[in-house]
């Protein structure tokens, strides 16, 4: 009886280093698209890369295959524009090889569309079904939420005798968090599943508190080092890879002309975020409560 324990012991260990032994399958290069604005190109307003071309640097530094991507995104456009415009929507089956599906898709809304002065229930359909659409060519595609940033202190939205924002960029990055939060969630609600993910730039930057140079044209849209902090959370997201401060990021911190000491500050912000759970049973209440609410209006 020992004998057969140990003969058996032995075969699992055995089966073990010869597993370990094998060279690792090779990692497929993820299919990305990308529908957003200015707040993804980046280079309009104070960037001077994308935040996608930024994300493909991070990934190769990380040491994963160059992702295959295609940049649907439009200066000024809502995810709406894009959900109603045709040559949009035809990216979806144009841009990829015959065959293949794409892996993820990233959705980014106007700047204010989730928040009171937007159009939140805009929001929440278009997200849900952009997602659908290119879903209808690759089923098994991941949305991924990237919710953005407020505007920094000073601008116009806090002040005046009637400020959009009279709690300022604590409240506005709320709402934007709330926003994406039941963006995300009701996408799941929708599917039946938890696909949908959130990838929290905006969250990062509250967390800095909105820093002056993470803006490059005032107080609204990125500077480099915005656009890295928005690029390492989405990687982060999209890899599932809650450290990002490990990555050798010489190459990309040269590309951008920032420091290496940047560098550790915007991988500590993202990673903090990156270890926050996913949107709460609350959420999910709240997408309820607003899908009824539709329903009792439509009534």
């Not at 280093?17 to 307003?45: H, M, R």
């Not at 995810?79 to 090889?97: A, F, K, M, N, V």
């Not at 730039?201 to 993470?214: K, M, R």
């Amino acid at each position: 009886m020992i004998r057969k324990k140990y003969s058996l012991i032995l075969a699992c260990v055995t089966l073990a280093v010869i597993q370990l032994s094998l060279p690792a399958a090779a990692e497929d290069p993820k299919d990305i698209l990308w529908y957003g604005n200015s707040f993804t190109l980046a280079t309009c307003c104070g960037s001077s890369v994308s935040v996608p071309n930024t994300f493909r640097a991070i990934a190769a530094s990380a040491g994963h295959p160059l992702p295959r991507m295609y940049n649907a995104s439009v200066n000024g456009q809502s995810l709406q524009w894009h959900l109603t415009t045709p040559s949009q929507l035809d990216y979806i089956t144009t841009q990829i090889s015959a065959g293949e599906n794409w892996e993820h898709v990233v959705l980014q809304d106007f700047s204010t569309g989730p928040t009171h002065i937007g159009n939140l229930p805009e929001h929440l359909s278009s997200t849900l079904a952009l997602y659908q659409a290119v879903a209808a060519h690759s089923p098994q595609v991941v949305p991924v939420l990237y919710e953005t940033w407020a505007r920094g202190y000073g601008n116009a939205f806090y002040t005046g005798v009637s400020p959009s924002f009279p709690g300022g960029p604590t409240q506005m990055q709320q709402e934007l968090r709330d926003g994406y939060d039941l963006s995300t969630a009701n996408i799941n609600t929708t599917v039946g599943s938890d696909i949908a993910k959130l990838a929290p730039a905006g969250d990062a930057w509250e967390l800095a508190n909105f820093p002056a140079d993470f803006y490059g044209d005032g107080s609204y849209h990125a500077s480099n080092q915005g656009t890295l902090l928005n690029a390492l959370v989405l990687y982060g997201t999209i890899y599932d890879d809650p450290t990002t401060s490990d990555i050798n990021l010489t190459t990309v911190l040269n590309g951008l002309k920032l420091t290496a000491q940047d560098g550790q500050y915007l991988t500590s912000l993202a990673d903090a975020v990156l270890a926050v759970p996913e949107p709460s049973a609350m959420v999910l209440l709240g997408v309820g409560m607003l899908v009824l609410a539709g329903r009792r209006n439509r009534i």
